[in-house]
């Protein structure tokens, strides 16, 4: 059974950047027919997609964030990392990582396995 | 930022049948497939219907989705206790660039 696990500081200070990683048990990251990616929930708000990655490099960030988010592959330790710069207040959410399927043209896109998620506070 | 509408909350009583609807556009559910996810808070997303109708193994065939145009539905027959969650659907978008949208998210209460 595929599990991931996210991991990181639970509280980072404005302006600094948070960076989280995603381990998978289970499974190996290094797979092309599967990606990679983040989501988070702002507290009393609903799902945000931040970003996704395929094991051949490919990226997908979300536009709104895509100027701060950067989402790397660590076939090494079958983790993959989340930075997010120059964060603030608004980021201040329980971050997740899944992992995902697309087909030819993104037609079918979705997230099969979801981690616990993890909770980042952006406070001074 | 989400551009997938759904009502914010829906109920019913054990047994009952209750439909959640998502909203959305051209670039998004009217040509591209839904997925619907089942949130329990400070639980893990999971995955309840993907490919607009498509069940994952384990999914208790109670939950059913569909698609009409620009907008999808996801229906729950005969209401039990533990299916009181947020229901989120989502889909990609093929609008600026390209991204990954989720529902503004319905909160389902049995009664």
């Known amino acids: 059974q595929l599990q991931l696990q996210e991991s990181g500081p639970g509280l980072v200070k404005p302006s600094e950047t948070l960076s989280l990683a995603c381990t998978v048990s289970g499974g190996s990251i290094s797979t092309s027919i599967y990606f990679w990616g983040w989501i988070r929930q702002p507290p009393g708000k609903g799902l945000e997609w931040i970003g996704s990655m395929f094991y051949s490099g490919s990226t997908y960030y979300n536009p709104s964030l895509k100027s701060r988010v950067t989402i790397s592959v660590d076939t090494s330790k079958n983790h993959f990392s989340l930075k997010l710069s120059s964060v603030t207040a608004a980021d201040t959410a329980v971050y997740y990582c899944a992992r995902g399927y697309s087909s030819s043209g993104r037609y079918q896109y979705y997230f099969d396995y979801w981690g616990l998620g993890t909770l980042v506070t952006v406070s001074s | 930022q989400s551009v997938l509408t759904q009502p914010p909350s829906a109920s019913g009583t054990p047994g009952q049948r209750v439909t959640i609807s998502c909203s959305g556009s051209t670039s998004n559910i009217g040509s591209k497939t839904v997925t619907w996810y089942q949130h329990l808070p400070g639980t893990a997303p999971q995955l309840l219907i993907y490919?607009?109708?498509q069940r994952p193994s384990g999914v208790p065939d109670r939950f059913s989705g569909s698609t009409s145009g620009t907008s999808a539905s996801l229906a729950i027959s005969g209401l039990q206790s533990e299916d009181e969650a947020d229901y989120y659907c989502?889909?990609?978008?093929?609008?600026?660039?390209?991204?990954?949208?989720f529902g503004t998210g319905t909160k389902v209460t049995v009664l």
């Open positions: 490919g607009d109708n």
């Open positions: 989502a889909a990609w978008d093929d609008s600026l660039n390209g991204l990954y949208v």
